[in-house]
């Protein structure tokens, strides 16, 4: 079993929509959590970066980690065509600096 | 804009040749850079870690003696495929660790994808 589960999609969804994706994990070391948003043929970007449990908005994305449960969420409102990417979950120890990814999520927006 | 400065971003070459890759980062100085490796329709593969002054550290199975790495500044690592064959061909990727205190997230770098003919 790996570390971090992530559907892999695809997630297609109308335009205007809300996107939802989720990742769960096993490890409970696990204290920073961040999404990352990937083009094709480009490298991940970051989109939240959230420490411990707890909800952080910024702009149309909404990050949401659940510690308890080992299960961490990000939405898109207002999806937009431009945010058909994959995307990534990952995940850090509060010691050292090594990233644990997920799989990623291919999500499509169409117009 | 970019934080992280990967070059080149596309690389065509025969079997045999030698190959560097540089990654820069432009915002912060970082101590600790990092070098993955993707597939196609796979996640990212952690390859080593870059120390600056001091020697990288390899993840099991990545030869250190093919793939050296070098940290030469506080925002510059590069990672040079040595004697590439085909099967080196993929898409490799830096990140960069910011030297802000703790807890700083991962920057990436646009990629590199080497083609080895």
């Known amino acids: 079993q790996k570390e971090v589960e992530q559907d892999p999609g695809p997630l297609s969804v109308p335009e205007g929509a809300i996107v939802s994706l989720n990742c769960t994990y096993s490890?409970?070391?696990?204290?920073?959590f961040m999404w990352y948003r990937q083009y094709s043929r480009k490298g991940p970007e970051l989109l939240m970066y959230?420490?411990?449990?707890g909800n952080k908005e910024d702009g149309r994305f909404t990050a949401q980690v659940d510690k308890s449960s080992k299960y961490i969420s990000l939405f898109i409102r207002d999806s937009q065509p431009s945010d058909s990417a994959t995307y990534l979950c990952a995940m850090r120890r509060a010691a050292g600096n090594k990233l644990t990814f997920g799989g990623g999520t291919r999500v499509l927006v169409k117009p | 804009g970019a934080v992280v400065s990967q070059h080149p971003s596309w690389v065509i070459c025969k079997s045999g040749t030698s190959v560097k890759i540089e990654c820069r980062s432009l915002?912060?100085?970082?101590?600790?850079m990092f070098w993955y490796r993707q597939f196609p329709k796979q996640s990212l593969m952690l390859m080593a870690t870059s120390n600056e002054g001091s020697k990288a550290t390899y993840e099991q199975g990545v030869e250190k003696d093919k793939f050296l790495i070098n940290h030469a500044s506080l925002t510059l690592s590069t990672l040079t495929v040595t004697s590439a064959h085909p099967e080196d061909s993929s898409f490799y990727i830096c990140?960069?660790?910011?030297?802000?205190?703790?807890?700083?997230?991962?920057?990436f770098g646009d990629g590199t994808r080497l083609s080895i003919l």
């Open positions: 490890n409970s070391a696990f204290q920073y």
């Open positions: 959230t420490y411990s449990s």
């Open positions: 990140s960069v660790q910011p030297d802000r205190g703790l807890g700083q997230p991962q920057h």
């Open positions: 915002d912060f100085q970082a101590t600790t």
